[in-house]
């Protein structure tokens, strides 16, 4: 396993859409691996394959309740209400912002073996899947952002 470099804003992979991935394979496992592994160490709570410059649907995301995998992952319904919260990105490291997101997603996407499965995710959870999601289709949270708090988590010591 490797921790590898993980691209700022302002990359050019970070705008491009991810493909799907076709091919469950040890490269693609590797890959997954590498991935939380990068996550891991740089605190962060979630991670998409276009943020270490791989353009595949990939997604890691790791809230509290231990690694989720995700591969081509869909957002196939969402809760009518919304709630605001801050987010930040590893992509955008120092900088903290407001974003408005569903309360709850259901997602289907696919395990390392290529196997579909479903689930909801709320709160935190599915905050961190509309994030790391918005990845694969070359979207950062910066573009949605209601209100830029870096100051303000930075007084609170947070940043
Ligand atoms: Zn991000």
Redesign the pocket.
């Known amino acids: 396993m490797a921790v590898m470099k993980i691209c700022r804003l302002g990359e050019d992979v970070l705008r491009k859409k991810a493909h799907p991935v076709k091919l469950f394979d040890r490269r693609m496992v590797g890959l997954l691996k590498d991935m939380a592994e990068t996550m891991y160490a740089a605190d962060?709570c979630?991670?998409?394959a276009p943020?270490v410059g791989i353009l595949r649907r990939i997604v890691v995301i790791d809230v509290g309740d231990g690694l989720v995998e995700l591969i081509n992952p869909e957002i196939t319904e969402r809760s009518a209400t919304m709630s605001i919260d801050v987010?930040?990105?590893?992509?955008?490291p120092g900088r903290r912002g407001t974003v408005e997101r569903p309360d709850w997603v259901k997602v289907r996407a696919m395990d390392r073996k290529g196997r579909e499965f479903e689930f909801v995710a709320e709160g935190f959870f599915a905050r961190a899947v509309c994030?790391?999601l918005?990845?694969l289709d070359g979207v950062?949270?910066v573009d949605k952002m209601i209100e830029d708090v870096t100051e303000e988590m930075k007084k609170k010591g947070e940043v």
């Open positions: 962060g979630g991670l998409a943020q987010e930040g990105c590893l992509s955008v994030h790391e918005d990845h950062v949270y």
